[in-house]
C-alpha cells in the first residue's frame, strides 16, 4: 500500500465530509432552523424562463428588420426545405396527386419498392461488392415482409432531405472556420453548447418558429446532425498535409481554386467520416423528431411506447436500425470507393452505366405494368409478416414466471446502491457543494476552470432548479459508475482476448446502433416505470464509450514498456496492474467523459418512463411548448455536462503530463 | 561577365512568437541571448543570399536548423519577419497576392520531401495542375504533361494514381510537376530524403541529367552532406537558424569556417570532394590524354596511380594548364589534410 501524501489526504477528508454531510444534510439544517442551506429558498430564484419566454414571444410576434418580420424568415427557410422535401417524399412514398384531400387524384405513383429494392442492391454492388449488396437488399427486403415499408419510406425520404443539407452547411461552416480564426472562435462554444444542450430544448423553439410537422422536424435533425460536419470539416483541412498546401500556393492557385481544388479534395477521406456521422446522427433523431410532427418509424414507436405496445414499438425500432444499418453500410463502402483507385471504364454512356439504366427501365416497366396489377407497385399487405405477438408473449411470459425476481432485483439496486446516492446528493447543502465544485475545479485546472465550476453551478442554483440537478446528478452518476464497473473490465478483456474481444465488440456494435428509445419498451415492460428502469437504460445507451476507450488505451500500451515489464519478471496480473492499467488511465478517463455525455444525452428521453429530474422538466416543457422552461432545464443539463467533460478532461491531461505523453 | 544574380535576399529574419516584431524593432540585429530573454524562437536570423542563375544552390542543415523555413521565405510561404527577398529584381515581400499568383504560376516550381502528390488525381492530372489552374488550353496541356512525363521516365504510367506508385516514381511525379510550367528558379525541399538510399542515389545522379538539358536556377535543400557535396556548385550551411557559411564544397572542405563545419567535412572522403584542378600542378608536362581540371580527384585516381607519368590537366576549353602525378592523389587519398 502506497502511504498518501498530505494534499491526498486533505482530499479524502473534504470527500468524507462531504458525504457525511450529504447525508445528514436535512437533519442538519431542521436542528440549525436554517432549511434554506438543503432547499434554495423560491424568493431568491431569478425567473430566467420568463425572461426568455417573452423574448421568444417579441421574437416571433414583432421582431422585424424594416419590413421583414422574424417569422417571414422562417417561413422563407420552412418553404426552402419544404420543396425538395415534398419531392422527394412524392417520389418515395405519396406519389404525385393533384387535387387535395378526398378528391387527390394520383397522376404518378410512388417509386415501386421492387425499384427501391433494385436501386440499393446495384448501389450496394457499385460502392463494393456482392456482400455489401445482399447485405442492404435483405435490409430493405426486410422493411417490405415486416410490414414497415411506407413509414420507412417517410423516414428515408427525411434522410435524403436531411444529409444532403446538413453535409453541404457543416461543410461550409467549417471551411469559414478554418478560413477566418475569428469565426472558429465564434463557433466553437456554440457548437460545444449544441452539442451538450439536450435535443429536446430545442424542440420548443422551433415548434414555435416552424409550427408541428415534418418541416419542424427536419430543421431540429438538421441542427442536431451539422454541428459534428462541422467540426470535422475543420479538422479535416488542418489535418491536410502541410506539403500540400505549400504546393497548392506555390502552383499559384487563388484561394478559392486551393480550397476547392487542393484541400477539400485531399480530405475528402475524412470529410466522408463526417458525412456519415451526419447520416448517424438524422437516424438518431427519428424518433425524436416525430415528436413535433415527423411521420414514419419514429412516429411509430413513439406511439407504440405511448400505448406500451411492445411488439409494434419493437417491430419498428427493429425497422429503424435496419434502415441504419443499410445506409450507414451504403455510405462508408461509398466513402472508401472515393479514397480508392479505380479506373474509368471506356465504352458508350449506357455501356458504363448499366445499373442506372437497369434501374431506370424497371421504373418505367413499375409504372406502366402497375396499372395493371398494384402488386409491382405497392408491396402486398396480405403477405407482411408481425412479430409483434411473439414480443407481447415473451414479455407475458417473463412477467408472470419471473415476476419475483425482478422485483427482488430492483429493489435490491434501489435499497443498496441508489437511494444511498439520491439522498447524499440531495442532502449536500448547496454553499458548501458549490464551494467543492469550486475548489476541484481549482486543483484541476486553475482558476479558469474554478471559475467556470463555480459560476455555471451557481447559475443552476439561482434558476431554482438545484433539486432537481441533484437528481439528474444522482441518476447520471448512479448510471454511470454502473457502466464504468461493467464497461472498463469488459474492454479490458476485449483488448487482452481475442476472441473475447469479437464477442464484445459484436455485443457494444449492436447497443449503439439501436436508437436510444428501443431500450426503453423491454426495460419498461419487466419493471415498469420509475428510476431504477431508467438507470438501465442509461446503462445499457451510455455502455459503448467506457468499453471502447478502455480497451483501445489498453491495446495502444506501447509494445517496449510491455516487454519491460516481461523482462523484469511480471506476471500477468502485475502486468494489467503496474503497466498496462496506468497507461491506459487517460484513455480510460476519456471513456467515462464520454459515458457522462452519453448518459446525459439520454436522461431527457428517461423522462418518459418518469424521473423527477431535469429531464422530466425539458420533457415537460416541450408538452407544454413552454420555451423558457425547457430552454432553463436543457442549459442547465448543458452546464452539468460542461462541469463533468473539463474537470475529467483537466484529470486526463495531467495524468497524461504525468506520464510523459503530451507537455 | 560574372553570372547575373536570379534569387537573393538580405537581412531575412523570421522570429516565432508574440513579441517578434517589436523585438526586431528596437533591436535591429538581436543576439541569440536578446532572443532567448524576449521569448520568441528564432528560426531564421539574418539571412544573406545570393544565388546566380543557373546554379545549384544547396542549403544545408541539420533538422531544426531553419533551411526549411529559409525556402519558405524565400520562396515567400512563409512571411519574414523583416528583410528582402529579390528575385529577378522584384521584391517578392511587396509583391501583391495577384502579383505573387503569377510568379508562382510561371517562374517558380518546387518539389516537396513527401512529394505532395493529390491523392484523387492520377499522374497526369497531377502534372497537369498547375496548368489546369492557369486555365491553359486542354490541348496544350496535355502535351506539355507529356511531355514532363516523358522526361522524368514515367512514360506508360499516365494513369496510375500516386499510390500505386513507389516513394521514387512518386517524386518523379512530383519533379514532373514542378517542371510543366517551364519556372526559371526551381526549389527542392529535401526531395530525397524520404526515399531510401539506393533509389536516392540512382535520384540523383537523374536530376544531375536533368539539371545538364535544362539549366534552372536551384535551390536545394538537404539534411544529408554527402548529397550536398554531390549536387552543389555552392552550399550554405545552417544552423540555429544562422547561416555559418556559404561556398563550394571543395572550400568547404579546405577551409571549414567553423569546428561546426568541419565537424561535417571531416567524416566525407575528400578525393570526392577535391577537383583535379585543385590539387594539380600548374605549367603543362605529359603527353597522356588529359583530364578535365573539373573532375573529381576519386572518379581518376586509379588511372592517375597506374600512370608512371604525371598526367595532363586540361580546363574546360580544353587547354591544358597543369598537370597531375601519383603524389598528389596519395596526398588526398592518404594524406591527413594539408594539401594545396
Redesign the interface.
Known amino acids: 500500500m502506497t502511504r498518501l501524501n498530505r494534499s491526498q489526504i486533505i482530499i479524502l477528508v473534504l470527500v468524507l465530509i462531504t458525504i457525511v454531510l450529504g447525508y445528514y444534510g436535512r437533519d442538519l439544517s431542521k436542528a440549525l432552523d436554517a432549511r434554506w442551506l438543503t432547499k434554495f429558498p423560491s424568493a431568491w430564484v431569478i425567473p430566467f424562463k420568463a425572461y426568455i419566454s417573452s423574448a421568444m414571444a417579441w421574437l416571433i410576434e414583432d421582431a422585424a428588420v424594416g419590413p421583414v418580420s422574424f417569422t417571414d424568415i422562417t417561413r422563407a427557410i420552412a418553404w426552402l426545405i419544404e420543396q425538395p422535401y415534398n419531392l422527394v417524399l412524392a417520389l418515395l412514398a405519396h406519389g404525385f396527386v393533384s387535387g387535395q384531400g378526398n378528391d387527390a387524384q394520383v397522376i404518378v405513383p410512388a417509386v415501386s419498392w421492387i425499384v427501391v429494392i433494385t436501386a440499393v442492391i446495384a448501389l450496394g454492388q457499385y460502392c463494393r461488392d456482392w456482400g455489401l449488396a445482399a447485405l442492404v437488399g435483405a435490409c430493405f427486403i426486410y422493411l417490405a415482409v415486416f410490414g414497415q415499408w411506407d413509414s420507412a419510406m417517410v423516414t428515408l425520404a427525411s434522410v435524403l432531405i436531411a444529409v444532403p443539407i446538413g453535409a453541404g452547411g457543416g461543410l461550409l461552416l467549417g471551411i469559414l472556420a478554418y478560413r477566418y480564426p475569428l469565426f472558429e472562435n465564434i463557433i466553437s462554444p456554440v457548437l460545444d453548447l449544441m452539442q451538450t444542450i439536450p435535443i429536446f430544448a430545442y424542440l420548443v423553439p422551433i415548434l414555435f418558429m416552424f409550427g408541428f410537422g415534418p418541416i419542424s422536424a427536419l430543421v431540429a435533425t438538421i441542427i442536431y446532425a451539422t454541428p459534428p460536419m462541422v467540426r470535422i470539416t475543420t479538422l479535416a483541412l488542418k489535418g491536410v498535409?502541410p506539403?500540400?498546401l505549400?504546393?497548392g500556393?506555390?502552383?499559384?492557385?487563388?484561394q478559392r481554386?486551393l480550397m476547392w481544388?487542393?484541400l477539400v479534395?485531399?480530405a475528402?477521406h475524412s470529410l466522408m467520416v463526417g458525412v456519415n456521422q451526419v447520416i448517424m446522427l438524422t437516424l438518431n433523431m427519428v424518433i425524436i423528431a416525430s415528436m413535433i410532427g415527423a411521420g414514419g418509424l419514429g412516429f411509430d414507436v413513439l406511439a407504440a411506447l405511448r400505448r406500451l405496445d411492445i411488439g409494434a414499438g419493437f417491430e419498428a425500432g427493429i425497422a429503424i436500425v435496419v434502415l441504419a444499418i443499410a445506409v450507414d453500410r451504403l455510405s462508408q463502402a461509398f466513402a472508401e470507393r472515393m479514397?480508392q483507385?479505380y479506373?474509368e471504364a471506356s465504352g458508350s454512356w449506357v455501356s458504363r452505366n448499366r445499373r442506372t439504366v437497369l434501374v431506370l427501365i424497371l421504373l418505367v416497366l413499375t409504372w406502366v405494368l402497375g396499372q395493371f396489377s398494384p402488386l409491382l407497385l405497392e408491396y402486398p399487405d396480405s403477405q407482411t409478416i408481425t412479430t409483434g405477438a411473439f414480443w407481447d408473449d415473451t414479455v407475458e411470459y417473463l412477467n408472470v414466471n419471473y415476476f419475483d425476481t425482478f422485483e427482488a432485483i430492483k429493489v435490491f439496486f434501489l435499497t443498496w446502491f441508489m437511494i444511498p446516492i439520491k439522498t447524499v446528493l440531495l442532502g449536500i447543502p448547496w454553499p458548501w457543494a458549490i464551494a467543492m465544485l469550486t475548489l476541484l475545479g481549482w486543483q484541476a485546472g486553475g482558476w479558469r476552470l474554478a471559475l467556470l465550476c463555480g459560476g455555471m453551478a451557481s447559475l443552476i442554483l439561482v434558476s431554482g432548479l438545484w433539486s432537481k440537478a441533484m437528481v439528474t446528478v444522482y441518476l447520471c452518476g448512479a448510471s454511470v459508475i454502473l457502466a464504468t464497473v461493467i464497461g472498463v473490465p469488459l474492454g479490458v478483456l476485449a483488448a487482452l482476448n481475442k476472441r473475447a474481444g469479437t464477442a464484445i465488440n459484436l455485443l457494444i456494435d449492436t447497443l449503439q446502433t439501436l436508437p436510444s428509445f428501443v431500450y426503453l419498451i423491454p426495460v419498461v415492460m419487466l419493471f415498469r416505470v420509475g428510476d431504477f428502469t431508467a438507470l438501465i437504460a442509461i446503462v445499457l445507451y451510455a455502455l459503448a464509450p467506457a468499453v471502447r476507450y478502455a480497451a483501445h488505451g489498453i491495446r495502444s500500451v506501447s509494445e517496449e514498456l510491455i516487454e519491460a515489464g516481461l523482462v523484469s519478471g511480471c506476471t500477468r496480473r502485475q502486468l494489467l496492474r503496474h503497466i498496462r492499467l496506468p497507461m491506459a488511465l487517460p484513455e480510460i478517463l476519456l471513456g467515462i467523459n464520454q459515458t457522462i455525455m452519453l448518459a446525459l444525452s439520454m436522461l431527457v428521453i428517461t423522462a418518459l418512463v418518469g424521473t423527477r429530474d431535469l429531464g422530466q422538466e425539458v420533457y415537460i416543457a416541450l408538452t407544454k411548448a413552454d420555451t423558457g422552461r425547457g430552454l432553463v432545464a436543457g442549459l442547465s443539463i448543458a452546464f452539468i455536462a460542461i462541469i463533468a467533460d473539463r474537470l475529467i478532461n483537466a484529470g486526463a491531461r495531467q495524468a497524461r503530463i504525468r506520464f510523459g505523453l503530451e507537455s | 561577365m560574372p553570372p547575373k544574380t536570379k534569387l537573393s535576399c538580405r537581412n531575412v529574419w523570421k522570429l516565432y512568437g508574440p513579441n517578434a516584431e517589436r523585438l526586431l524593432k528596437t533591436t535591429p540585429n538581436p543576439t541569440a541571448d536578446d532572443i532567448r530573454k524576449a521569448g520568441v524562437i528564432g528560426a531564421v536570423r539574418n539571412a544573406n543570399i545570393e544565388i546566380a542563375e543557373g546554379e545549384i544552390f544547396v542549403i544545408m542543415g541539420l533538422s531544426g536548423s531553419g533551411k526549411s523555413t529559409l525556402v519558405?521565405c524565400l520562396?515567400r510561404?512563409i512571411e519574414p519577419t523583416t528583410g528582402e527577398v529579390l528575385f529577378d529584381d522584384t521584391d517578392l515581400l511587396t509583391a501583391s497576392d495577384k502579383e505573387l499568383?503569377?510568379?508562382?504560376?510561371?517562374k517558380?516550381?518546387?518539389v516537396?520531401?513527401?512529394?505532395?502528390l493529390?491523392?484523387?488525381?492520377t499522374v497526369l492530372q497531377n502534372v497537369m495542375?498547375?496548368l489546369?489552374?492557369?486555365a491553359t488550353p486542354q490541348a496544350e496541356a496535355n502535351a506539355k504533361a507529356h511531355e514532363v512525363v516523358e522526361l522524368v521516365g514515367l512514360k506508360g504510367r499516365e494513369?496510375y494514381?500516386p499510390?500505386?506508385l513507389s516513394g521514387g516514381q512518386q517524386q518523379r511525379v512530383g519533379i514532373a510537376r514542378s517542371l510543366v510550367t517551364e519556372p526559371d528558379l526551381w526549389?527542392l525541399d529535401e526531395p530525397f530524403s524520404a526515399l531510401d538510399p539506393l533509389i536516392r542515389r540512382e535520384m540523383q545522379d537523374e536530376f544531375l541529367r536533368l539539371q545538364e538539358r535544362l539549366h534552372k536556377t536551384i535551390v536545394f535543400i538537404t539534411h544529408d552532406f554527402e548529397e550536398a557535396v554531390r549536387l552543389a556548385d555552392r552550399i550554405a550551411i545552417m544552423k540555429d537558424g544562422v547561416v555559418i557559411q556559404i561556398a563550394t564544397p571543395e572550400e568547404l572542405v579546405m577551409h571549414p569556417a567553423t569546428d561546426y563545419v568541419a565537424e561535417f567535412t571531416k567524416h566525407i572522403p575528400r578525393s570526392k570532394v577535391l577537383t583535379v584542378g585543385g590539387v594539380m600542378t600548374a605549367g603543362a608536362v605529359g603527353e597522356e590524354d588529359p583530364i578535365a581540371q573539373s573532375t573529381r580527384v576519386s572518379d581518376v585516381a586509379e588511372r592517375i596511380i597506374a600512370a608512371d607519368a604525371p598526367i595532363p590537366v586540361s580546363d574546360s576549353s580544353g587547354q591544358i594548364v597543369g598537370s597531375i602525378d601519383r603524389k598528389a592523389v596519395a596526398q588526398v587519398l592518404f594524406g591527413d589534410g594539408d594539401v594545396a
Do not use: C, K, N, W
Not at chain 2, 516537396?112 to 505532395?116: C, G, I, K, T, V
Not at chain 2, 493529390?118 to 488525381?121: C, I, T, V
Open positions: 498535409d506539403e500540400i505549400d504546393f500556393r506555390m502552383a499559384g492557385t487563388t481554386q481544388r487542393v479534395p485531399s475528402s479514397g483507385v479506373h | 519558405r520562396s510561404l499568383i503569377e510568379i508562382r504560376r510561371h517558380m516550381g518546387m516537396f520531401q513527401h512529394f505532395a493529390l491523392p484523387h488525381l495542375f498547375p489546369t489552374i492557369q494513369d494514381y499510390r500505386e526549389f
